[in-house]
Structure formats: C-alpha cells, structure tokens
C-alpha cells in the first residue's frame, strides 16, 4: 500500500495546496496531511486551528486525512508507515530549498521517496503569506481560498482586532 505524508506549514490551507492534495489523492491509497506544529514560529492559527480548518475542506476526498506532528518529518512518516513524501514545486525559488531537504531527508531514511507535484498554472504565484497579507488590508481573498478559509481568517482578524483595542 501506498501511504504518502503532505507536509506544510498550511497556515492557512490555500487552494494551491487543495490542489495538489486531490491530484496526490488520485494516485496513492491513503495521503495524510501532516500540519508543521513548530514551535519556533508563531503562525496565525494554531495546529489544532489549522487541522480543523483542513478537515472542512476535504470532507469529499475519502482517502485523504490530517494530523499535526512536531519534530523530524521522517519520524513523523516512520510513526504512520508512510513510503513517500509528496511536495509541491511552484517557481524555481522553491526548487533549491526543496532539492536539499528531500536530499537530507534520504541520507536520514533511504527507505522513503520525495515526490513533487509541480503546481497548477493557476496557483504558481500563490502562497499562504500572501493571503494573509491581502486579508491584512482587507482585500478579498476569495479566489486564493475556499469560501470556509476566508471566514476563519476574517473571523481571526476580528478577534485580534478586537483584542488590540482591549489591550490599548
Ligand atoms: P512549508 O512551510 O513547509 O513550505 P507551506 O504550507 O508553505 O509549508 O507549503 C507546503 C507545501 O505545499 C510545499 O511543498 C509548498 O511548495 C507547496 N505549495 C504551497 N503553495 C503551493 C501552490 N500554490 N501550488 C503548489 N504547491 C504549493
């Protein structure tokens, strides 16, 4: 059996990452997103925030599950018996960064493949910073992220607005 780990930052999910996660859960058995909990970010939603999130949008892929792990990516993928790592390419800028940590990877567990998906044209440019920045200003971030994305994060910019203004 096949069991491939994804995985990312995904903070947030967007629909670059949807993307690659379907054309990934087309070709492998089981695809389990794995959510980076590291600790010496801090990110914008928590892992558990994160997890949750994902969940609500890949509620029609069968074979396709999510959970957060700490620490090295290869204990992570020995611990759910996963064979392969799948990865997703965009521009060149993600090559050089992506070739050294699949090569690390292998020196550390010969017995696990990175695979790369390159991106959908559509979604070359996209990255979660990004989305966090337009939503920053208020842009609309509606055709980077599913429509339950884009109410968590305008309900997260709520909640530390509101919190700025308490504090101030
Ligand atoms: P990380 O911090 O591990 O880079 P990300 O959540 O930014 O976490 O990305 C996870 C994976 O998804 C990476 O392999 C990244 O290259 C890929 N990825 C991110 N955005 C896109 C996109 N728009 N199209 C294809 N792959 C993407």
């Not at 670059?16 to 600790?39: C, T």
Request: hydrophobic residues 40%; glycine residues 4%; proline residues 2%.
């Amino acid at each position: 059996m096949a069991i491939a780990i994804y995985p990312g930052s995904f903070d947030p999910i967007t629909k670059g990452h949807l993307d690659i996660i379907e054309r990934a859960s087309k070709i492998f058995d089981k695809l389990i997103i794995g959510v980076l909990n590291n600790k010496q970010k801090t990110p914008m939603f928590s892992a558990d925030e994160r997890v949750a999130m994902i969940k609500k949008v890949i509620t029609h892929l069968k074979n396709v599950e999510v959970s957060s792990f700490e620490g090295l990516l290869i204990d992570f993928a020995h611990m759910k018996k996963a064979n392969v790592i799948v990865r997703g390419l965009r521009a060149i800028t993600d090559f050089e960064y992506e070739l050294q940590l699949s090569q690390t990877n292998k020196v550390m567990a010969a017995d696990i493949e990175t695979v790369f998906f390159t991106t959908n044209l559509k979604y070359s440019y996209l990255s979660s910073s990004m989305v966090k920045e337009i939503a920053n200003f208020r842009g609309d971030i509606s055709p980077f992220v599913n429509e339950e994305i884009a109410q968590e994060i305008k309900n997260k910019f709520r909640k530390v607005e509101q919190n700025g203004i308490k504090n101030s």
